[in-house]
């Protein structure tokens, strides 16, 4: 296991039993575990942006009357942090079902040794290497990633989606009037520009989402299980944000504003790079929707 504290929430019943093969797994002295323990699916939920794990752990005892769609509705709340259910011994066909909502693996009742959480914790503690790689690849202007740290990230989305049968929304955003020097801008409002985006594209997005600056002026981010009906109604969303967002830099920093969004399936054969080549390309196109002064009641 890794040397770094991984956080694991686990929704358990009264058995305690998870917990306590946990704690025998990550003695205390070592430091090496950062448990939360919720005993209701309906404080689960709520606690994931607190807690922010790395692991949810699901006793499906919890989850009646329906347990394979709280295991998709765990799932659709934090599809990127790795989900692991736990059934009675008797339940291995209904655990073997919830890999089709979403759980990444299962443990059974009475057999949760540590070999037993050594394997499904395996894939957890290789994405917390993974995703420590990625944050180095990070814009110091927007604090969103480069374009490097977007492909390695997006390419290991979409190797997921393909696995479990997942769609990808993938929107591309360049900013058409941020040129260095260029009419309106002072010297230096072009970062504060940058910036100003990059809070509507996060503000716009789940936490789960990627985001990213992938060019000198553009944009991209990644949702993962969005439908393709979305993608209009997002940029509908962004186009009334940056609306507010010109309304409020005054006329002088009036940013114009070119959108495009690519979906993906698990019957596309694309490659990441592909699908976002394809969304930069729509930014490239002409006639693309270019949103600008909305706020004075122009058209685009």
Not at 160 to 166: F, G, I, P, Q, S
Not at 225 to 234: I, T, Y
Request: charged residues 20%; contains cysteine.
């Amino acid at each position: 296991m890794s040397e770094k504290k991984l956080r694991i929430l686990l929704a358990e019943g009264d058995s305690g039993e998870a917990a306590g093969a946990l704690h025998a797994l990550f003695p205390a002295e070592q430091e090496r575990l950062e448990l939360t323990v919720v005993s209701a699916i309906s404080i689960l939920i709520p606690t994931l942006e607190i807690v922010n794990p790395e692991v949810i752990l699901l006793d499906l005892s919890l989850a009646q009357p329906d347990p394979l769609g709280t295991v998709r509705r765990v799932h659709r709340a934090a599809p990127a942090v790795p989900l692991i259910v736990i059934a009675e011994l008797g339940g291995r066909n209904l655990a073997a079902q919830s890999l089709e909502q979403g759980a990444l693996d299962y443990l059974l009742k009475g057999c949760m040794d540590a070999p037993a959480f050594e394997r499904v914790l395996r894939p957890a503690s290789q994405q917390n290497i993974f995703d420590g790689l990625a944050g180095l690849l990070r814009d110091p202007v927007t604090g969103l990633y480069i374009r490097d740290g977007f492909l390695l990230l997006g390419a290991r989305a979409l190797d997921t989606a393909k696995r479990k049968l997942n769609t990808l929304m993938l929107l591309g955003m360049r900013i058409e009037n941020q040129t260095s020097g260029g009419a309106g801008f002072e010297p230096g409002a072009e970062e504060n520009s940058l910036r100003d985006v990059a809070a509507v594209l996060t503000g716009s997005f789940r936490r789960t989402d990627i985001v990213a600056r992938s060019g000198e002026s553009e944009f991209a981010a990644l949702a993962v299980n969005a439908a393709e009906p979305s993608g209009p109604v997002l940029c509908q969303r962004l186009h009334k944000r940056i609306a507010v967002l010109n309304h409020n830099r005054g006329p002088e920093g009036l940013l114009k504003i070119r959108m495009s969004v690519g979906f993906w399936s698990s019957a596309d054969t694309r490659s990441f790079a592909e699908l976002l080549d394809s969304v930069e390309a729509g930014l490239r196109a002409d006639p693309a929707p270019v949103f600008s002064a909305l706020s004075r009641g122009e058209n685009p």
